[in-house]
C-alpha cells in the first residue's frame, strides 16, 4: 500500500484490488466503458455480476497478475493491471492497462498507477513491457511516451469504435538493451 502526491494538493492510496472491491470496481469499469471511446469492452460485454468481479480479483492475486487500485478520500477513482506472460517462452513479457474515472484525469493518478505496476514487473524480471492503444487516444499514448514507451507497430483497423476502424497501436519498452 502506497500513498502518492497528486496534482492539486491531493494525495492517493494506491493498493491491491481486494475482494471487497468487487462492487466498486464494476461500477468504476461500467463508467469507463459507457464512454464508449476508450475501452476494448462495450458497457453490455463487462462482467455483470458481483461474482464474476470478485472472481476476476482473485485471478489477479495469482503471482504473474496484479490488480491495483487508486482510492482518493476512500473511494476507486482508476485502476490499473498487469499481466506477465504465464509461459517460459513469454515469461520476460509484461502487458499493462489503466484507467482513470473522467473526473480525476490529468492529475497524475495514471501515472503513479503505471510507475508502480513497471516497477513491479521489473522487479519479478519482466524484461518487454508492452501495451496496446486506440491511435485515437492522445491522452494515454501521451502518458506512455512519458513513461517511455516506443511505438512497436500499428494493426491498421483492428477496432471498430462508433462504426469507425480504429488503428490498435502496439507500444513497448524493454528494460534491458537488445
Ligand atoms: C489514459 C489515462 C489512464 C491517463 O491517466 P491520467 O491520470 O489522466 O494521466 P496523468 O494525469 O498521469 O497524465 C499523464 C500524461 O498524459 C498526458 N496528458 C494529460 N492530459 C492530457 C490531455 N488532455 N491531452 C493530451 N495528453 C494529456 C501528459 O503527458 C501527462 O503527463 P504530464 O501531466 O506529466 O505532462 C486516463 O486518461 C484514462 O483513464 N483514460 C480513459 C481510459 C483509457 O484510455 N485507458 C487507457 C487505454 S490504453
Known sequence: MIKTKIRYGKEILIRDAEKY?????LRHIQKLADERIYLLMEPEEIPKTIEEEERFIEIYRKKNRRLLV??????IVGSADCRIGGFRKNRHTASFGVAVRKEYRGAGIGTALMKELMKWAENKGAKKLW????STNG?????YEKLGFQVECVRKGQFNVNVKYVDEIIMVKWVISL
Open 21 to 25: 472491491d468487487a462492487s466498486e470496481l
Open 70 to 75: 487508486a482510492l482518493l478520500d476512500g473511494k
Open 131 to 134: 501495451l496496446s492503444v486506440f
Open 139 to 143: 491522452r494515454a499514448i501521451a502518458l
